[in-house]
């Protein structure tokens, strides 16, 4: 089992960058593929990017292409979200998930394919 803590949110201007950062508890975060979801007030929760457990595999919703960059750090149990040129509709609370797997190159991209998740982090662009 993996608990996730997030961090990294606020409130930014319009054209303006956050860092999100997620870490997890325990000894095998590395055999976990992690991914970031999004949530907006009276909206389904959205998936954003997500990694695979070696980290060699990457893929992001169109919408946050070449703007977010997900990352992790398996030696720090810390996985990422790099956002740039962050714009209003990006605001929404963000949570980041795990799944643990033994193929090193999956990854998940839907709600369901998830059992762990972070309490959230809310981000705020304002225009």
């Known amino acids: 089992q993996v608990q996730l803590v997030e961090s990294g949110g606020g409130l930014v201007q319009a054209g303006g960058s956050l860092r999100l950062s997620c870490a997890a508890s325990?000894?095998?975060?590395?055999?976990?593929?992690m991914g970031w979801f999004r949530q907006a007030p009276g909206k389904e929760r959205y998936f954003v990017a997500a990694?695979?457990?070696?980290?060699?595999?990457?893929y992001s919703v169109d919408s946050v292409k070449g703007r977010f960059t997900v990352s992790r750090d398996n030696a720090k149990n810390t996985v990422y979200l790099q956002m740039d040129s962050l714009k209003p509709e990006d605001t929404a609370v963000y949570y980041c998930a795990a799944q643990p797997t033994s193929w090193g190159g999956i990854i998940y991209t839907r709600p369901y394919d998830y059992n762990y998740w972070g309490q959230g982090t809310q981000v705020t662009v304002s225009s």
């Open positions: 325990g000894r095998t975060f590395s055999s976990y593929a």
């Open positions: 990694i695979s457990s070696r980290g060699g595999s990457t």
